[in-house]
């Protein structure tokens, strides 16, 4: 299909017409600031500015309106929903123009930072994390106040050789959790050391891609997973010891659209023009209204608001004589984050948030989970419980918290290593996506696996069910109403979509704005915003291919990102761009370049003389 974009006589962009001739249109004062925009979906924002351009008010489809403040730099200081009645989100800065204050209601989240620009103390609702970095900003120790320490130890390039962590409290006792890594001479992870005995081994292929991952213990392959790659980073199958091989098909524009398992049962993901997804070779069993609302499911039917939120989803087709079965609805926030869920059976699911867009409590019946965080992943999850009291007209929730669990992450990346829960500690495995696998108790045991189809729905799940809920990168799962809290919005594994329009709109990089990742196997989306490539980077990232270190302690560090190959000098804190290799495309520097290094005079006197300098 062709994606068609109109500007006007000062090359101002005023319209996106999709493949189905759908519009996305800019209305735009005298300035060339947008005061309006329709949607896809013909529903239409409009913005009121200030003198100086700001938005000041957002009116909504639904009404809604949304208003902003200012300080005297233009930083955002209040948000406000005059109709909605919701809480006001507040937001201060430091002098250096950091954010030191987020509010959202009840909710309050403070940070401090060093010299360096970096956070050293994050307070939220009482509770404190500390943090230490080395003279490079790599981070070495994290202390919080509620039981967690983990400490940090580099080898001179900075890349992480153990790692150990505590957490747990007087009453759940203390667990510990520690890991050794090896790296090979490009930075890459190629040897995990796991409690219990428990090793995983990697091997990846010329261009920086996981082709092999083996656990194993006592000297005894236990597990053992291969990756076959085609062109674009394409994933063709996945060869696993215990369930067999799965394939993978893909459109000539890399859209994954097929699985083959093990079990010869086939998966279809097939996509229209405009990216919206069927389940079904012949792309009968759903129907989409304009702008990817998605309106019929096979049996189900859906509803949405004026803002392109989910606001029902049953079976049926709603009209008097069928009715709604099995129904579930959602009720949402003014600022698009969901807030209860309404299931079948009548329960409530609702739902808390910082003013950050971090989920701080789930509540459930006689049940209250919630999260403390550090940075963009959760740190701390406990539960309380909650009674109902009928004289208040309200619930009552206990201070005691039980069920007390540390979260630890790999190092600047949403993919989960471990759990610390009750004083006992677990190792987490995760596959080529950063989708956790398996897991591990501290004697080497494995006490869970799970398996997922290409949507992120549970194939196979053995060992303690529900044990880690996390799916894809950034999402934590719900099984109280089958969505996947993907910080700024809400993922459906059986939709395999959103179920909500992307709040930064066209930013997303996605027309369609319910639309997930294009390719499930090498992509992914931590924050429900924009795709990012499965190393936890931008799709353009940079890939190294060499490493040395000449006689002035300089790190020597050939890389390639889209721009091509470049030579960097590293020490300390001192980096700068020694030379930039031209004559050579990318795909062809990942290729070609190791081997060119050795033979190429003008490539090997760069480094020579980076070497000598």
């Given amino acids: 299909g062709v994606v068609n974009f109109r500007y006007d006589r000062e090359e101002r962009l005023r319209r996106v017409t999709n493949e189905k001739l759908q519009s996305y249109e800019f209305t735009l004062d005298a300035v060339g600031n947008v005061t309006a925009e329709k949607g896809f ?54 002098l250096s123009g950091r954010l030191v204050q987020a509010s959202r209601g009840e909710s309050t989240v403070e940070f401090a930072y060093n010299s360096l620009g970096l956070p050293i103390r994050e307070t939220a609702d009482g509770n404190t994390i500390l943090r230490t970095y080395d003279h490079t900003g790599r981070i070495l120790t994290l202390d919080s106040t509620t039981g967690a320490s983990l400490r940090y130890t580099r080898n001179g390039y900075g890349e992480l050789e153990g790692f150990t962590a505590t957490g747990g409290s007087d009453a759940d006792g203390a667990g510990a959790w520690e890991s050794s890594h090896r790296h090979d001479t490009l930075g890459f992870e190629v040897e995990r050391i796991l409690p219990g005995g428990v090793v995983r081994s990697f091997a990846y292929d010329d261009i920086g891609r996981l082709v092999d991952a083996r656990t194993r213990k006592d000297s005894r392959t236990r597990h053992m997973r291969r990756y076959r790659w085609g062109v674009a980073d394409r994933l063709l199958s996945v060869e696993d010891s215990r369930r067999g091989e799965t394939r993978y098909s893909y459109t000539p524009t890399g859209q994954l659209d097929r699985a083959e398992y093990p079990d010869g049962r ?34 189900w039917h859906c509803e949405y608001d004026g803002d392109g939120n989910l606001t029902e989803r049953y079976l049926g087709t709603g009209k008097w004589l069928d009715g709604k079965k099995d129904r579930w609805r959602y009720r949402w926030n003014a600022d ?26 789930k509540s459930f019946g006689t049940t209250v989970t919630r999260w403390m965080w550090n940075g963009n992943v959760p740190l ?36 989960p290593m471990a759990m610390i829960k009750e004083g006992r500690s677990y190792s987490i495995l995760t596959d080529q996506l950063g989708t956790p696998t398996e897991a591990y108790d501290a004697e080497g045991n494995e006490v869970w696996s799970r398996v997922l189809d290409m949507d992120g ?14 799916l894809f990168q950034g999402q934590y799962y719900d099984c109280e109403t089958g969505l996947a809290y993907n910080r700024f919005r809400y993922y459906s594994p059986k939709m395999g979509m959103y179920v909500s329009q992307d709040p930064i709109r066209l930013t997303g990089r996605i027309l369609n704005l319910y639309g997930y990742v294009c390719n499930t196997t090498y992509l992914c989306d931590p924050f429900g915003l924009v795709y990012q490539s499965h190393n936890h980077g931008d799709v353009n990232d940079s890939v190294t291919i060499l490493r040395r270190q000449n006689i002035r302690n300089y790190q020597i560090e050939v890389h390639v990102d889209s721009h091509g190959p470049h ?47």
């Fill in 41 to 94: 979906d013909g529903a239409v924002r409009h913005y009121l500015r200030d003198r100086g351009g700001r938005v000041i008010r957002e009116t909504l489809p639904s009404g809604t309106e949304r208003e902003y403040g200012y300080d005297a730099c233009s930083r955002v200081t209040r948000v406000s929903y005059p109709t909605a009645g919701d809480p006001d989100q507040t937001y201060a800065y430091g």
């Fill in 266 to 299: 086939e998966q279809w993901r097939k996509s229209d023009p405009v990216g919206n997804l069927y389940p079904d070779p012949d792309m009968r069993l759903r129907r989409y209204l304009s702008g990817g609302r998605l309106e019929q499911d096979g049996e």
């Fill in 336 to 361: 698009g984050s969901l807030a209860k869920v309404v299931r079948p059976d009548k329960r409530e699911v609702e739902f808390t948030y910082d003013a950050l867009g971090r989920r701080l409590s």
């Fill in 380 to 415: 701390h999850q406990w539960k309380q419980r909650r009674e109902y009291s009928v004289m208040e007209d309200r619930w009552n929730t206990d201070t005691e918290r039980r069920d007390m669990t540390v979260w630890l992450f790999d190092e600047e990346s949403f993919v």
């Fill in 457 to 470: 729905n549970v194939i196979e799940e053995t060992g303690n069910k529900g044990m880690v809920p996390f």
């Fill in 567 to 613: 030579i960097h000098l590293d020490r300390g804190t001192r980096q700068e761009r020694y030379i930039n290799i031209s004559g050579m495309s990318n795909e062809q520097a990942l290729r070609e370049l190791p081997n060119k290094l050795r033979r190429e005079s003008s490539v090997s006197a760069a480094i020579n003389n980076a070497l000598n300098y």
